[in-house]
């Protein structure tokens, strides 16, 4: 069973400034809820209640909102505002949230690495909360691909097709598909050219990883922009073994960009007139 997540959220959201000048990137909110939030929810909906954040400097509104407001609590306790808190107040109680500091911005894999300390020798989860996903009937991305997992107990990431002309903005797989949307990886490569991408298929940012990936991230050299690539790890562990990709059903909207947010806000909003 996986119980943990984790988030890695030490970047500096750079193409969100001055937005992101004072304020975490995953703080920016998709109409009243900070995007962390929606990835936290994504895997509580998966069954897992362990939420453990790798954060930076500049990140304790992150460690705010995941903990209780006494004063703001008492404030507009009994009055028809109450209900504004109800979802993250859900979410405290069910969920412990544990942090530990990347100081140094050496990559997505060092950020994985970081975390090994909250996490220990099990499988885990890992949420890019900038990737901003909602499922289907069948559940969020993430229980989807727990799914998987209790079949095939690997490594697993989730995949999208993507425009061939955008493979420089994503780790790219090549795979056999050995049933309907999933795909053993044969190859993996971080943010390749168009003309020498293996594929389309671009990872975004949900991953179900084996323990094994920590050691295999601590001899993984620098790769793509001298940052140590997860990309590149799980390369090694599909070589060693097996690493899958899933084909999620869903949307996913790339926050981490301006057009992306908008379209997901957009999105949510339509969804929550229809409700
Ligand atoms: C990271 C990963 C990349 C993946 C992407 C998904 O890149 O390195 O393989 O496709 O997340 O969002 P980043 O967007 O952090 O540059």
Known sequence: MIKKCLFPAAGYGTRFLPATKAMPKEMLPVLTKPLIQYGVEEAVEAGMHTMAIVTGRGKRALEDHFDVSYELEHQIKGSDKEHYLTEIRSLIDQCTFSYTRQNEMKGLGHAILTGETLIGNEPFAVILADDLCDGNSDGGVLSQMVELFNKYKCSIVAIEEIDPSHTNRYGIIEGKEIEDGVYMISNMVEKPDPAN???????????????DIFGIIENTPAGKGGEIQITDALMTQAQKGMVLAYKFKGKRFDCGSVEGFVEATNYFYEKSTEQ
């Open 197 to 211: 991408a293996p594929s389309n298929l671009a990872i975004i940012g949900r991953y179900i990883l084996t323990p």
